[in-house]
């Protein structure tokens, strides 16, 4: 058995995706598990199709198992996303290999490019340029630049950024995985048109529609989508713009200086701005400078009206949750039963009751899928994170 973890958001399962667990398996593994994204993705918005129906659609397209990366990392800045993916994997302890998407393909080169990104010298060059009030990615390429290491260019590149990111929390582990390189193919990242059955995720969320989907996935996908889109349970734009302005505006100037990932007062700018603004758009564009993109902003605003501190950022993920597993994941969940150091469940309820960290983790994926509920086209009830089932024949 060679056990192989995919980083994922699955926003949502793609031709390309199942391309990528295709090339891992005929790399060398046997079996494949996948740490993914919830509710809510690493943009800061919540994401285009329900946790499970995505889960499923990994399953049905190559993958053996797919565990939850807890809320407070899905939705974080790259270096934080992927620590706690990679810590997550980690206290699986029993994988063999990582396998990563990649503009360059090369692991070797990588492996170098994040050795600079944690010297003295690169710190302090990046320091430099954020003082100069440069965005944290422009800031990264140009210390790099400064450094005379010839990887600048690899920061450039989204899926090679998030790379750079899984290999330094490697390292900071201690890990023994090892990494392995996928060559993205056929389409770039949020690439806003098609080709050849293949498709970005975010022009699969822009095109919106079922019988457009469908030629970019995989088939038993195309029939789930279809069936979600139908049924309304997709996030929609001007419900969400009610939740969180009704969220934001309950809540006093202190609560947001306790907020992750703060610096030089932007959580002044952004109180005044959420108070003055009347949409989602509009907050962000007047919150918005040189040094804080939407981007930024956008995942702080969420940050916000789902309850993430400071604190609650600073703590590993304390269970491993299970939302689907095949025959082949099983057998993962077998091992795992010998070799995990965390708390293994496809109940939330019961890692709930696992300890004081996992109590405050899981209590804030359940608050964040409530809210996650709310915003759909089709409304869902509460506590579905606590009475949906896991997969176990996808």
């Known amino acids: 058995m060679r056990i192989a ?58 993958a053996d198992l797919v565990l939850e990366l807890p809320l407070a990392f899905a939705c974080a800045p790259a270096q934080r996303f992927g620590l706690g ?26 492996e170098q490019a994040a050795a600079v990104l944690d010297t003295p010298q690169f710190r302090e060059a990046l320091a430099r340029e954020l003082e100069s009030g440069a965005p944290y990615p422009q800031a990264v390429s140009r210390a790099m630049e400064r450094c005379g290491s010839g990887f600048a260019g690899l920061t450039a590149s989204p899926n090679d950024t ?8 490697l390292r900071q582990l201690g890990s023994k995985i090892r990494p392995m390189a996928v060559r993205r193919a056929f389409v770039e990242h949020d690439a806003e048109e098609a080709t050849e059955g293949f498709a ?10 079922p019988e457009e989907i469908a030629a970019y996935v995989p088939e038993a996908a195309a029939q789930r989508y279809r069936a ?36 030089e007062g932007i959580e002044n700018r952004f109180w005044n701005a959420m108070r003055s603004g009347s949409s989602i758009e509009e907050i962000l564009t007047l919150a918005k400078t040189k040094r804080y993109p939407h981007a930024r902003l956008r995942r702080m605003m969420m940050h916000a009206f789902l309850g993430i501190t400071q604190e609650i950022a600073e703590e590993l993920p304390a269970y491993l949750r299970v ?72």
């Open 323 to 394: 939302l689907g597993a095949n025959e082949r994941g099983r057998e993962i969940l077998s091992v795992m039963a010998g070799t995990a150091s965390l708390p293994v469940s496809a109940s939330l309820a019961e890692l709930e009751r696992s300890g004081s960290a996992a109590a405050k983790q899981a209590r804030l994926e359940a608050l964040s899928t409530d809210l996650y509920q709310g915003i759909l086209r089709c409304p869902g009830p509460c506590a579905t994170d606590y009475t949906a089932p896991a997969i176990w024949n996808a």
């Open 85 to 110: 993916a990679v810590y997550v994997a980690e206290k699986m302890g029993c994988v063999d290999m990582l396998s990563f998407g990649s503009e360059s393909g090369d692991t070797a080169r990588l």
């Open 162 to 169: 998030l790379a750079l990111e899984y290999l330094r929390a």
């Open 5 to 62: 973890v995919i980083i994922a958001e699955y926003n949502p399962f793609h031709n390309g995706h199942a391309y990528h667990i295709a090339q891992t398996r005929k790399n060398g593994a046997t079996h494949i598990a996948v740490v993914m994204s919830g509710n809510f993705v690493q943009r800061g918005e919540p994401a285009f199709l329900e946790k499970h129906v995505r889960a499923r659609a990994a399953l049905s397209g190559g």
């Open 228 to 263: 979600e889109l139908e049924a309304g349970h997709t996030p929609d734009p001007q419900r969400l713009d009610a939740a969180v302005l009704g969220v934001l505006r309950r809540q006093q100037r202190e609560e947001f200086s306790r907020l992750p990932d703060l610096s």
């Open 200 to 209: 970005s995720a975010s022009r699969l969320r822009a095109l919106a529609q």
